[in-house]
């Protein structure tokens, strides 16, 4: 009889970033694909031993109805980077016994990822009904947790922390375009104003900051240019820039009312941040 499920996946994440996920409560929730795990409350666990409380509903199981309920994580496997696992002490007793792990290999592009559920050395009270307790659950929900092999790719809509942030490791591997270039590769005055940014706030500026920058700097120019309060020779004295130079580099407005800009990017969410170092860069016809 079967006694453990195990799967598989590849993930384009280092082992430190996907262990960091799975040593904090948080990260369980995050993970979870039985719909089971309501919350979690507790310190990052650093050893065998440590424990934090998960906050459980099996509604969407179907199967028994105990409500809401409390169950403690008990760190029973702990290899910085390389594996973890855990047993259950909760509102069965004795603890079943019964072991969830990861094992984590590095490979190129990123980490191996073994997910594993043993019941095969469950506490002798359980034993003889294990055949209809076990599989807590199906291995289709064992492999959700290591996410789907599905590519995402968005727009400039998602180019922004927000999206990293409200996504976790759901984010990882993303593909995201974007009309213009990052601000770590603009160059010449973009570069300035990038490194000056990064000075006075410590913290890296959302995709579109320089755009913002530039385009306040066209309308400054334009007001003190038109030299009265009047809106449309402040517009005309916005679409008659030509040859502007500054953070994007020399520029002018067309007839349409477009720039000749023609830069665009894309890159990848790779381990928890957006990968400008290794964005591309086209011009678009």
Known sequence: MTQRLTVQRSIAAEPAAIFEILATPSGHVAIDASGM????????????????DVHMDRESLNDY???EYTVTVVIARYEPDRAIAWTIDGVIQPPIGHVYGY??????????????????????AYRDAASSIFPVISETNL?????????????????EQAFIDAAGPAAEGTYITFGGVPPSKLTGLGATWYANYKKRFNAEPEAYAGYGYEAMKVVLNAIQTAGKKDRAAIRDAIFNTKNYSGALGTWSFTDTGDTTITAMSGRQVKN???DDANSVTLAAP
């Open 37 to 52: 795990l309501m919350s979690a409350e507790g310190d990052r666990v650093t050893a065998v031993g440590d424990r934090f």
């Open 65 to 67: 109805p105990l409500g």
């Open 103 to 124: 094992e984590l290999e590095p490979v190129d592009g990123g980490t191996m990822v073994t997910s594993y559920y043993d019941w095969s050395d469950i506490n002798e």
């Open 143 to 159: 492999r959700a947790t290591l996410g789907n092999d599905i590519k995402l790719m968005g727009p400039d809509g998602i180019f």
């Open 272 to 274: 928890g941040a957006f």
